[in-house]
């Protein structure tokens, strides 16, 4: 049997926020995202609002866009 199995201590232990998946997000914070990016504010800044953008799908896949 190796360490590993011998000793739970040595097991992986994810935090209560890694089980509670992506954060919700709301419509309202969505629209306000479409409308920045019509109005030029992620011009030169692709990588944020890519990352937005994934934040956002993960919330939608999740089930959690709130309608506030």
């Known amino acids: 049997m190796s360490e590993f199995q011998n000793n739970p201590s040595n097991a992986v232990r994810h935090s209560p926020a890694a089980n509670q998946g992506p954060e919700p997000i709301t419509r309202?914070?969505?629209r306000q995202f479409v409308n920045d990016i019509s109005?030029?504010?992620?011009r030169?800044?692709?990588s944020?609002?890519?990352a937005i953008q994934a934040k956002i799908n993960r919330a939608l896949?999740?089930?959690k866009i709130l309608n506030k």
């Open 28 to 30: 309202s914070s969505i």
């Open 39 to 42: 109005r030029g504010k992620y």
């Open 44 to 46: 030169e800044k692709e």
């Open 48 to 50: 944020e609002m890519n």
């Open 61 to 63: 896949i999740a089930g």
